[in-house]
């Protein structure tokens, strides 16, 4: 039988994580990270620093840690990749055309793009809060080639997974502070991605007030 996590969290996600690697060892890790791809708000930087103190106190060994940890990575975001598959360019065509603010043009050359930067953005993507989990819909709904998408969300897991599983690991008891910092970073990145937003809408009701200003006689 494997050792128990000394000392380990009792309350909220971590307890419940801690709780399922005494049960399961390094699947429970997997499954845990397999949520957290499918839900993100569940946090990486809890279970995976968690999974690297587990391993350092004999209850995984490293190697099935990064190995558990990415497989569900890939398993979460293969579930995401097969819901944009699913869902479709002609639905997504759809649901672009009745929003605000928006324009076929926009998405066309979003299209464009992922066609021809979607390999960084998918390995890339894999390594940035937020962006890890929904980066794999886009990849879905075009069509991304399936053996690319396994492999680049393979790589890009496995880094991401290795440097918080080793920095819990390094850390040991102290493994809590790596949430701390990729906290800092998630929220630095969704300040980030609201600027964008407020700046696109802003470009954008400003250009329809002067498209209705040209057209008044």
Partial sequence: MNPALPQEPTDGFAGWTADLMDALGGPGAGLAIALENLFPPLPSEVILP??????????????????????????????????????????????WA???????????RTEKWFAEHGTKAVFLGRMVPIFRSLISVPAGVERMPLPTFLTLTALGSLIWNSVLVMAGYWLGDQWDVVETYVGVLSKVVLVLVVIAL????????????????RRTP
Avoid at 54 to 60: D, I, P, R, T, Y
Avoid at 65 to 93: N, Q
């Fill in 50 to 95: 968690l999974t690297g103190f587990a391993a350092s106190q004999g209850v995984l060994s490293l190697v099935s840690a990064l190995f558990w940890t990415t497989l569900g990575s890939v398993v979460g975001a293969l579930a995401l990749y097969w819901i944009g598959r699913v869902f479709g360019r002609e639905r997504m065509h759809a649901i």
């Fill in 198 to 213: 407020v700046a696109y809408v802003t470009v954008r009701l400003r250009g329809r007030g002067h498209a209705r200003h």
């Fill in 98 to 108: 009745k929003l605000p603010l928006v324009k076929d043009s926009d998405l066309e």
